[in-house]
């Protein structure tokens, strides 16, 4: 009887399977407490700016209780309909018209009781949307403002899927508790009510009982049940791993001649499924004859009760009916209970993990009562310090060492260092994508801990190691740093990027799509598209990852004109890989693992006999030249 189960079917266990397989995907949910879960919900309503939600919850309350309550009544019209014709008087018009009109009244008041949740279903709709709304849109916006620790670590797949699943719970909790629940547990104490008061106490305790042992007895037959369907839904992903994976490794299985092998595993998997699926079923089998069984054991105690009180005259044969239908009419929700609960249960899960995610609170978060950065007047460029930072990623054992350095306004320093030294970890520093353990990091004056991100990151402008971008046209992509650029705006940061005779030479021009991540692109384009993100946000302080992928000479001659017009007035930060890049910058530090061990101009560091940067230019001068005669040889 339980509803909306589809056991004993491979791979279509509906819902319930997949939500379950998406959770063993990851940490195993635990399952909550139902007072602080109930608490979170009708917090969630609360805060979801509802149209007229308390006017929308008064009356669907009320129509609830309505509908109830004309659910319990009907019995009883029908019931004195039935006395009526039973009356010991001679048949006639006035029995008859009596009977009928009893009869009439029996249907209307079923139809409105049966109608009346339907309305108030209808009334409550928008305070459901607007709940779901409110919790997709506060965990996704909660999640944006997490820290980098996160992101890096939080899988996008299942982190989507714990908002879509969670804000859908919210919808079916308000739905079932609302409107199924809550409504019966009074329906229950109405037709209890009606039952002692009217007849016998014996029939409402009668009433009670039965609820109560067929709601424990289902309760605890669920709980049994869902081991069965966990058991199933694992079979279920170890068999379809196990084919998926011999699928696409078909060349080792037939080149190593384990067909059988492979064939006789998928064997067992699906044996250990269809024990699994054949558990559920016939439990679910188990649990309906169990639930069927203390219902019609009720119904019979309460005719037999019923009929002994008219035989002693005490009642009519049509109050027998009533009695009975009471009964009936109760049961009726009843059948959903072990679907109910189960769905109820997943539900308060799914809801709890994704308000898991709003709980998260950011390392990286504005002080109370944190100002705009201030630039001062008439300077271009903005001051960048760095003061005995240092940094570590998580428990790792090394990481930046004692970084202390300042760049000049409207001038130019650059990174240098082997890969793994830190150098992409200073950038994130700086951006305050990260705070430092120790140290500070300081721009215009202003520790950037005690001024807003928004101003801070409205200052400083990022074009990343590896450039990723919006699935959409160039032209969103370019005015992703200010949405309300207009044409000339962006055409603009394209010149200058050298990217416009690029773009110009394209069939559908600013309006091409990128591609998921932008790898419609070449490396290099999709840099310079980052670059004129970057100039188009104008800010005093531009800083620039460059990739680590060598880029073709003629690509990077490229990139060396953008560079130099986009430093014009302003500071910038560059983390170089190519020596010769970097030749006129103002400063240059050599990091290694961590601590910066030399600094200066180029010419400086050049001249240093035994120091890492000369060793390094002498290195990459070396490879140049051999690289420039391998280019010959190969043309000659
Ligand atoms: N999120 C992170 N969690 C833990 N460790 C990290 C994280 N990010 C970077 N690291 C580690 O910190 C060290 C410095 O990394 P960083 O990205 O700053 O190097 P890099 O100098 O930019 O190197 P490359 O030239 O290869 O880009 C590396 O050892 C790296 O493994
Ligand atoms: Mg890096």
């Known amino acids: 009887m339980a509803r909306g189960e589809r056991s004993g079917q491979r791979g279509g266990g509906g819902i319930e399977a997949k939500a379950q397989n998406a959770g063993a995907a990851a940490e195993a949910p635990v399952d909550p407490k139902t007072i602080p879960a109930l608490m979170d919900l009708i917090r969630l309503v609360a805060r979801s700016g509802a149209p007229q939600l308390k006017l929308r919850l008064t009356v669907s309350i009320l129509l609830t209780i309505a509908g109830k309550g004309l659910g319990v009544l009907a019995p009883l019209v029908l019931g004195a309909a039935v006395n009526h014709l039973a009356a010991d008087q001679p048949a006639g018009v006035s029995v008859g018209l009596g009977f009928a009109g009893f009869a009439v009244g029996w249907a209307i008041v079923r139809f409105l009781s049966s109608s009346a949740p339907q309305l108030s279903d209808v009334v409550f709709a928008p305070v459901r949307a607007a709940a779901q709304r409110t919790a997709a849109t506060e965990t996704f916006a909660h999640a944006l403002?997490?820290?980098?620790?996160?992101?890096?670590?939080?899988r996008s797949g299942s982190l989507s899927r714990t908002v879509d699943r969670g804000s859908r719970s919210v919808d079916f909790l308000l739905r079932i508790l609302a409107f199924n629940l809550a409504p019966t547990g009074l329906e229950l104490i109405l037709a209890a009510a009606v039952l002692?008061?009217?007849?016998?106490?014996?029939?409402?305790?009668?009433?009670?009982?039965?609820?109560?042992v067929y709601s424990i007895l289902t309760f605890s037959i669920s709980n049994w049940r869902i081991e069965h369907r966990r058991t199933m839904n694992t079979a279920d992903t170890e068999a379809a791993g196990q084919v998926v994976d011999a699928l696409i490794n078909y060349e080792t299985v037939k080149s190593f001649g384990a067909e059988t092998r492979a064939a006789l595993g998928y064997d067992r998997a699906l044996g250990a499924y269809n024990d699994a699926a054949l558990k559920a079923n016939s439990s679910l089998a188990l649990l309906n004859a169990v639930q069927a069984l203390i219902m019609n054991i009720g119904l019979g105690v309460m005719a037999v009760m019923a009929g002994f009180e008219a035989a002693a005259g005490r009642m009519g044969p049509g109050d027998v009916t009533a009695a009975v239908l009471i009964l009936i009419s109760l049961y009726a929700p009843l059948n959903i209970l072990g679907f109910?609960?189960?769905?109820?249960?997943?539900?308060?899960?799914d809801m709890e993990e994704m308000l898991k995610v709003t709980r998260?609170?950011?390392?990286v978060a504005d002080a109370p009562g944190a100002a705009d950065l201030v630039r001062p007047e008439g300077q271009s460029g903005g001051a960048l310090a760095f003061e005995?930072?240092?940094?570590?990623?998580?428990?790792?054992?090394?990481?930046?060492e004692d970084v202390s350095f300042t760049v000049q306004p409207g001038t130019t320093t650059a990174l240098v260092g082997p890969s793994g030294s830190g150098k992409s970890t200073i950038v994130k520093l700086a951006l305050r994508l990260l705070d430092p353990q120790v140290g500070r990091v300081v721009i215009d004056g202003a520790d950037v801990r005690d001024v807003t991100q928004a101003s801070l990151r409205r200052a400083v402008a990022l074009v990343p190691q590896d450039v990723a971008l919006f699935n959409d046209t160039l032209a969103v992509n370019i005015a992703f740093a200010r949405p309300e650029a207009d044409e000339t705006a962006i055409w603009a940061a394209a010149e200058a990027a050298e990217l416009a005779e690029f773009i110009r030479s394209l069939p559908d021009g600013m309006e091409t799509r990128v591609g998921e991540r932008g790898l419609k692109l070449s490396g290099g384009e999709r840099?310079?598209?980052?670059?004129?993100?970057a100039l188009l946000a104008d800010p005093c302080i531009l800083i620039l990852d460059e990739a680590t992928s060598a880029l073709d000479s003629r690509t990077e001659a490229a990139i060396q004109k953008t560079l130099r017009k986009a430093k014009a007035g302003r500071t910038t930060l560059v983390v170089a890989h190519r020596l010769s890049t970097i030749a006129d910058a103002e400063q240059i530090l050599v990091l290694k693992a961590g601590r910066i061990v030399e600094r200066g101009a180029h010419h400086e560091l050049v001249a240093r006999v035994g120091g890492e940067y000369a060793a390094l230019w002498k290195k990459q001068t070396r490879g140049a030249r051999i690289g420039l005669d391998g280019d010959r040889q190969s043309a000659g």
């Open 145 to 154: 403002s997490l820290s980098l620790d996160f992101h890096q670590t939080k």
């Open 196 to 212: 002692g008061g009217k007849y016998d106490w014996r029939f409402a305790a009668v009433a009670v009982v039965v609820v109560v």
């Open 340 to 349: 109910a609960y189960r769905e109820i249960r997943q539900s308060f899960i």
């Open 360 to 363: 998260q609170t950011p390392q």
């Open 388 to 400: 005995d930072v240092s940094f570590r990623h998580d428990a790792r054992a090394n990481g930046l």
């Open 527 to 533: 840099q310079r598209v980052g670059i004129a993100r």
